[in-house]
């Protein structure tokens, strides 16, 4: 079965950094795209970054560009989002999940998600 | 691209259909085949119910069905059960909409 855990998330101060993980298993990783989402405390959804199998192709959404970096381990079947510049609007639940072809960005698994709070 | 827009809120009885729409501008609908939407529990992970617009994901109930219209996309549920009150969140190639909230009456 596809599994997608995340890990790293905590309490941050405004200006800290932190390192999410999404340990992922069931599937060959490597194959896919992967993703980034956040969900904020009672709003929708939101991209925030993409990564290609071989990882020479990354995209992220305009308000983490230059803070935020996504990057991945095929030999330890691993996802990373490396925060830096935490702002208190990056408040969140993070979520890792493939894409389900190509660059479709169309999510068939997600993880459970860890949080994010940033606050002095 | 700006979020989709969707109604903060539908709701149904048991057994009745709701349809809830998300709609868009003609740039979020220009790969018209990428509408997928997502179902979301409270404290969940959203699952993905519906992508290219029309396909379900295996084991998701022919009760959920997709359509689109120009720049509105919609998420029919038939036969409305108790289990299906959850959020809904459609997107289009990674731009979401806010999220709609059904409630089973």
């Known amino acids: 079965d596809v599994q997608l855990v995340e890990s790293g998330g905590g309490l941050v101060q405004p200006g800290g950094s932190l390192r999410l993980s999404c340990a992922a298993s069931g599937f060959t990783f490597s194959n896919y795209w992967m993703t980034w989402v956040r969900q904020a405390p009672g709003k929708g959804l939101e991209w925030m970054a993409n990564?290609?199998?071989?990882?020479?192709?990354?995209y992220y959404v305009d308000s983490v560009k230059g803070r935020f970096t996504i990057s991945r381990d095929n030999a330890k079947n691993l996802l990373y989002l490396e925060m830096n510049s935490l702002r208190v609007e990056d408040t969140a639940v993070y979520y890792c999940?493939?894409?389900?072809?190509?660059?479709?960005?169309?999510?068939?698994?997600w993880g459970q998600g860890t949080l994010v709070t940033v606050s002095s | 691209q700006s979020a989709l827009t969707q109604p903060p809120s539908a709701s149904g009885s048991p057994g009745q259909s709701v349809t809830i729409s998300c709609t868009g501008t003609s740039s979020d609908f220009a790969d018209s085949s990428y509408v997928s939407w997502y179902q979301q529990h409270p404290g969940k992970a959203p699952k993905l119910i519906i992508y290219?617009?029309?396909e379900r994901p295996s084991g998701v109930p022919d009760r959920f069905s997709g359509s689109k219209s120009g720049n509105t996309a919609s998420l029919t549920v038939s036969g409305l059960q108790a289990e299906d009150e959850a959020d809904y969140h459609c997107s289009s190639r990674g731009v979401f909409g806010g999220g709609t909230h059904l409630t089973v009456l």
């Open positions: 999940a493939r894409d389900l072809v190509g660059q479709q960005l169309v999510f068939d698994y």
């Open positions: 990564i290609n199998g071989a990882q020479n192709g990354k």
């Open positions: 290219e617009v029309t």
